[in-house]
């Protein structure tokens, strides 16, 4: 399918005087379209032309054949983001879950704008700055290039263009104070909370691994009571509720799904011994039954992964890790 180059969600002019009517311009209508003319350029004929922008920036990350590709698929995804971020009368403290989190992850709000300040400043060259969850904290972070977090396995939340098209009409080489303009008067907290509430059980993303990693490795049996105590949960009620949550959460995601059918999918190594396959399970699991979510289903794979079949996993995993010739899909890659 083709790609399109997404509306602003507001007038060029709107964002004035902290962003100009004419870097909007550039920004949107050239640098963003040239993303999006090139990236179809680039898949039309390929395998990638048919996926979903998530699944070619997933499919893409560890190909060195095709990281045109990537680049290209990520700046699309990571402007489009960009562009919800802000709003008109922007800025300041947010409130609610978001704003407690802030404050318990990060030491508060003035310890958060000074660390989302210096690292997006101090990002060499071109990226970007973010503002994510990481196995259910929040962090700071930045990227290099056109890379989204979604790569490394982390939920994006807020992020801040640094690449120097982003803000050198307005603010010439003063990368700090865009950014903090940008969390001053831009940051559009409403969207960045809403993001924040796709997390857990209604997360498509979560959702999705979870089911995928408990229907492919535990479904095979090859765990024993791991497996079976999962089986019971993913065929019974409970994993009706976890279908319904990745429905739901399918259709508020805006389809960021996580999947990484090109590593996982086409290894080639299956089994108990596959690091792929074990890996796989062990994180989607870990992550999604830990947090208590989704009743049952995660108690029991909760309860597996830490008595002796959760070390016979994990001794699998790394006797996979061994024997598959570094086909490691990277799900958690820091």
């Given amino acids: 399918m083709a790609f399109e180059l997404p509306a602003l969600p507001y007038p060029r002019a709107a964002l004035e005087p902290h962003v100009s009517a004419k870097t909007m311009e550039f920004h949107h209508s050239k640098h963003h379209a040239a993303y999006v003319e090139t990236l179809n350029k680039l898949i039309q004929g390929t395998e990638f032309e048919k996926m979903r922008l998530e699944e070619i920036v997933q499919a893409t990350a560890e190909s060195a ?86 790569v490394s396995g982390r939920h994006a939340l807020l992020t801040c263009d640094v690449w120097e098209h982003a803000y050198y009409l307005d603010y010439q080489n003063r990368r700090e104070d865009f950014i903090a303009a940008f969390l001053d008067h831009l940051v559009n907290w409403e969207f960045a909370a809403e993001r924040l509430g796709l997390q857990g059980e209604g997360s498509y993303t979560g959702a999705h691994q979870y089911r995928q990693g408990v229907e492919r490795f535990a479904g095979s049996g090859k765990v024993s009571e791991a497996a079976s105590a999962a089986r019971r949960a993913f065929e019974g009620p409970e994993g009706d509720a976890l279908r319904s949550a990745e429905e739901e959460g399918r259709k508020r995601s805006r389809g960021e799904d996580r999947r990484r059918s090109a590593a996982a999918g086409q290894s080639g190594v299956e089994g108990e011994g596959s690091y792929s396959a074990a890996r796989q399970y062990d994180a989607g699991a870990e992550r999604h039954a830990r947090s208590g979510k989704s009743g049952p289903a995660a108690a029991a794979a909760k309860s597996a992964l830490e008595g002796p079949e959760g070390a016979e996993l994990r001794r699998a995993e790394q006797d996979g890790k061994k024997r598959s010739k570094g086909e490691n899909p990277k799900l958690r890659k820091r």
Avoid at 73 to 93: L, T
Wanted: hydrophobic share 35%; with cysteine.
């Fill in 65 to 150: 054949a095709h990281k045109k590709i990537f680049n290209n698929a990520g700046q699309h995804w990571n402007h489009s983001f960009f562009w919800q971020c802000m709003r008109p009368s922007g800025g300041g403290r947010p409130d609610g879950a978001l704003g407690d989190m802030i404050e318990r992850d990060l030491g508060g709000f003035d310890k958060f704008r000074d660390k989302f300040i210096e690292t997006g400043t101090g990002r060499f060259g071109s990226g970007w700055a973010w503002l994510v969850v990481e196995a259910g904290k929040l962090a700071v972070i930045a990227t290099p290039n056109g890379e989204p977090p979604m």
